[in-house]
């Protein structure tokens, strides 16, 4: 090699640090579940409206002064059935109520039950079905537990129960979860058992891991998008049956504001004055609808396989 061609090369120098570095792009999790989440407009507009409906809701009858247990101190016939206007947005009822406060004050009450409930539900389902998926002696007699319970009707059994503890807040979140829990529990259990026979578990059950390690750190983190589907169906069905529940007399009872006590007082109202009727229907069905899509947009937002 002659002076001219060995101008054209240098030595590399070696670099410890540099040898290290990885060259292919930082991965978030959570920051691709945000963008994949928010990429669509329609989910950002229908998640902005879902918190405003529900944020107004919690926050408008503390204002109101709205009481289920006292009636108005209205003397003139006139503010009785009075149609939707600028001055009453939902007009007013058979007794002068503001179907506004009296349709927001429900929608709380819903709200805060079916929140509280589906809480309580997928922190214990979950925990339940977690170990129960890695215990085969815990699988032998929770089996059987499951095949008792999911063999009565959802609804009857809550109906039951209702009767016995009687109308009221804690006693129909009782009721709400006392039962729901073993569905969600049996559901987490089926996605345990396909994961934990997996090579990276089998390889950290022989190094020693324990069990609880294993399902917080091995199992769970592949269940968030799976956990987050079920919450997204969890919430508009319990305002669902809370609504059920109250329209049959057996929910919230006649000292809390209901949208299923409200719908069930105002039903008899659907030919003279079908507004009474239709407003917290339409409530409903926009706060359980709202819930349900943005729902299942985060869910699969929380699919690594819709990241790019």
Known sequence: MDEREDSLFEFAEFD?????????PRYSYWKSVWRTFFKSKVTVILSLFLIVLIVFALVQPTYSGYDPTVAPNINTPEMKYLPPSAEHLFGTDNIGNEVWDVVWAGARNSIIVSFISTAIIMVVGILVGAL????????????????????????????????VLGAGLGSLIFVMTCIDWIYVAYFIRTQVMIIRDREYNMASKCLGTKTFTMIVK????????VIVTYISREIPGLISYEVFLSYMGLGLGTNYASLGRTISQYKSFMTGYPHLFWIPVLVLAAIAISLYVVGQKLADATDPRTHR
């Open 16 to 24: 410890e640090k540099e040898s290290e570095h990885i060259a292919a």
């Open 132 to 163: 129960w998926g890695f215990s085969k002696k815990m699988d032998r007699w929770m089996i059987e537990v499951y095949n008792v319970v999911s063999n009565v009707p959802y609804l009857l059994l809550a109906m039951i129960l209702s009767y």
């Open 218 to 225: 091995n199992i769970l983190p592949y269940l968030v998008s």
